[in-house]
């Protein structure tokens, strides 16, 4: 395993804490913090592109990068030094870098030592074949001590220890081997992000099982249209969960929800973390948590092929029947690791606190956490309740070193008052990792100016690897607005529409295959979809979706390629339009859609939210003059459409595609699943500004 490293960085924050009065601190103040040991602010005020924090030489070699650059030389690697020379071998030789890293993380393989991987070129790649392993027996086997930390909505807290969380899954899987559940059959859940939700992904791994879990709050359409399609054995399913200070009884929703997923034999009802919601009689046998894991039993850990499924992440569902993306134990656990260990610099004895949900891909890289000797911080309910700042209350009182974000979180800290290193003690945390969208050049400054002295890692990734292209490098300094590096093992291209490469704006490609790449899409049986889905526009080259661009400055993410700006023949990036116009005090957020109207129309509307007090004629004017004065006139819109707010899924992505298509005169029930979204009467109101729309549109 990876050993144990010792981290503390002094900061004064109680003396901060305890001055209400003390300004936001300034360059000086955060020059004069140098000596901690993580960094160093170089200037508040860097404009975008301009360096903003570098790391303390004196702490390099202790990164996670450079530690494992010193273990690959010491097996005879001549490798130069530097980020950039360790991703070109990484990319250059995956083979030996796959190996290699394998072999530093502690991952142990049964079967016969072979090749790294078959030979085969993407997507038929398979990584390790004939190898054997057990997800679940990589996070649990042999540790000891605290692992992981459950804060519940109105504050409680408590730490699950790894004696009371192995005993836990071995009674829980003993009881779903009672059941007839063995390797390959799957179950399902229906839970917040509490710890029962961990010990159902590890119980089902440790089986040989197929895992997949939903947010509570989907829609019983939602949920359906992604249990229905895996046939599911058993469920865990919670009869209510708390939001907002209130129970909410999702009963009727889960009777419903049954009743379509005819192959479920046992419900095993999880009601600790919201007492008040009794469990339900349902036609389908129930039996209750605490029964199931009344005795301690030590748990079995069935052996599966390297590339057996581990899991089914879904993708948004937002139009069409949701994709189900099956990762391997292998591929899923190498990913994990790597991009906790070599993209995030964690360490052994970390705490690591990400505001996710069980639905988002996130939620599986917090869990992977353990597997690095790290403790995962598991918040229930809504993380922002009362207010933002109890996102930072909870990284102070859980003592946090790594914190997880997605950048509407940062962006909408940067529009309130909130100094978090002046109201909070947070001199354990010294990473911040971004991820979820772009984080525009003010997150950065407003990180930096009321956080402090950490190292600021804006990523980019997806729920199809499980894990990021595109990330952090702790030894590299941190630009304004700029993902640092590409990821290592990742050779990640930015390709034109002649499937060229460009050094300007163009397709995030892949061209060399990685272990976490889906398996397939369940119920795709003939490939024709997952071809179709990353492989039919450059075929041999996965074509991610998102339109990106690689300068020596780092690595901009301009958005989703298929909702692409498109004006006049020349492609612009909605993330540049976000930038300009959200970092406006007069707009709350914004959407732009970019919809081809006919054979020759075409209509860029932007969706724009404005805060109480702010009238329509204000926010318009503002937002006229930021993108004259920081882009062109080429990205003024056709026309700005102040909204109620701005609809995102349950996992918080805008909803770029479907108001496009509700543009194009297209159905409400064929552009969106109503289930999978954040507000449906929103979307409601999206689509009747499209239908009043609809004649003057025809002849635009």
Partial sequence: MVEPHRQGRPHDVRALRDRPDQPRPDRRAAVRRQDAGAGVIVDLAAADGEIIWRPDPATLADTQTERFAAFVRARGVPLAEGYQALWEWSVEDPDAFWTSFMEFAGVQLGGEPGPARNGEPMPATRWFPGRTLNFARHMLAGRDGTAMIAVSEDGTTDEISFDELRTQVGALAAHLRSLGVGAGDRVVAVLPNVPEAVVGLLAAASLGAVWSVCSPEFGPGAIVSRFAQLEPKAVLAAPGYRLAGKDRDRRAELDEILQQLPTVEEVVWVTRHSPSIPMP????????????????????????????????????????????????????????????????????????????????????????????????????????????????????????????????????????????????????????????????????????????????????????????????????????????????????????????????????????????????????????????????????????????????????????????????????????????????????????????????????????????????????????????????????????????????????????????????????ADVVDLGAVDDAALLEEYAAFASSRAGTLATH
């Fill in 281 to 668: 009689s349902t036609a389908v046998p129930g039996v209750a948590w605490e029964d199931v894991v009344a005795e301690p039993v030590e748990p079995e850990f069935v052996d599966v092929e390297f590339s057996h499924p581990l899991w089914v992440l879904f993708s948004s569902g937002t139009t069409g029947v949701p994709k189900g993306i099956v990762h391997g134990h292998g591929g899923a656990l190498l990913e994990e690791l790597k991009m906790l260990l070599l993209g995030g610099d964690l360490r052994a004895g970390d705490r690591f606190f990400s505001v996710a949900s069980t639905s988002w891909v996130v939620w599986n890289s917090l869990i992977s956490a353990m597997g690095v000797g790290a403790t995962p911080v598991l918040v229930d309910g809504n993380p922002t309740f009362p207010s933002l700042d109890r996102v930072w209350e909870v990284a102070a009182q859980t003592r946090a070193a790594v914190l997880g974000l997605g950048a509407g979180f940062v962006h909408a800290c940067a529009k309130s008052d909130l100094v978090p290193q002046r109201d909070h003690d947070l001199q354990a945390l010294r990473e911040i990792q971004v991820t979820g969208s772009p984080l525009s050049a003010d997150g950065f400054r407003w990180i930096y100016g009321n956080v402090g002295d950490v190292w600021l890692v804006s990523m980019s990734g997806g729920t199809d690897i499980a894990g990021c292209f595109v990330g952090g490098a702790p030894t590299e300094p941190v630009r304004v607005g700029y993902i640092q590096a590409p990821a290592l093992g990742a050779r990640v291209e930015s390709w034109d529409e002649s499937g060229q490469p460009t050094t300007g704006k163009g397709e995030l490609v892949v061209t060399v295959p990685m272990p976490s790449m889906p398996l397939y899409l369940w119920g795709d049986t003939d490939g024709s979809r997952y071809h179709g889905s990353y492989f039919e526009t450059f075929p041999g080259v996965w074509r991610h979706g998102d339109f990106i661009e690689i300068s020596e400055k780092g690595i901009l993410i301009l958005g989703r390629s298929d909702s692409t700006l498109n004006r006049n023949g020349i492609r612009l990036g909605s993330a540049d339009i976000y930038a300009v116009v959200e970092a406006l005090p007069e707009v709350t957020e914004a959407m732009v859609v970019g919809a081809e109207i006919g054979a020759e129309g075409y209509y860029l509307p932007l969706f724009v939210a404005i805060p109480d007090g702010v009238t329509e004629e204000a926010a318009k004017a503002a937002i006229e003059r930021a993108i004259r004065a920081n882009l062109s006139a080429r990205y003024l819109p056709d026309e700005i459409v102040v909204m109620r707010a701005i609809p995102h899924t349950k996992t918080g992505k805008k909803l770029e595609v479907p108001v496009k298509r509700l543009i194009q005169a297209a159905a409400l």
